[in-house]
């Protein structure tokens, strides 16, 4: 029913900046961002409801934003300031619920994922 598709990661340089794209196809109501680093757990990273309320990971707050424009069915993260730790695979995620925090079982739908790597 919903399709997400991820683009835009890379290779940077501690501190340098990146913008990540998601692109949706068919009916949803809450998206968000999560990141898998080798080794680690899933962890939520930000996510937009539909009344537009933002949650953040206290690791990126003041660092990454999310957004979405839903008249090109996408959205975004913008990061900033980024650390090392910030490496990993990066995954759009959608839900079925009008308001949901950032817990994996939340979502329904996944991207394949795009890699972001920070090099110090």
């Known amino acids: 029913q919903v399709q997400l598709v991820e683009s835009g990661g890379g290779s940077v340089q501690a501190g340098g900046s990146l913008r990540l794209s998601c692109g949706v196809s068919?009916?949803?109501?809450?998206l968000a961002w999560f990141r898998q680093a080798p080794g680690k757990e899933r962890e939520g990273v930000a996510n937009i409801n539909t009344n537009g309320r933002t949650n953040y990971a206290d690791s990126v707050k003041g660092r990454f934003f999310i957004s979405q424009d839903n008249a090109k069915n996408t959205l975004y993260l913008q990061m900033n300031s980024l650390k090392p730790e910030d490496t990993a695979m990066y995954y759009c995620?959608?839900?079925?619920?009008?308001?949901?925090?950032?817990?994996?079982?939340?979502?329904?739908?996944w991207g394949q994922g795009t890699q972001v790597t920070v090099s110090s």
């Open positions: 068919g009916n949803s109501y809450c």
């Open positions: 995620a959608a839900s079925r619920w009008w308001w949901v925090g950032l817990r994996e079982a939340e979502y329904n739908y």
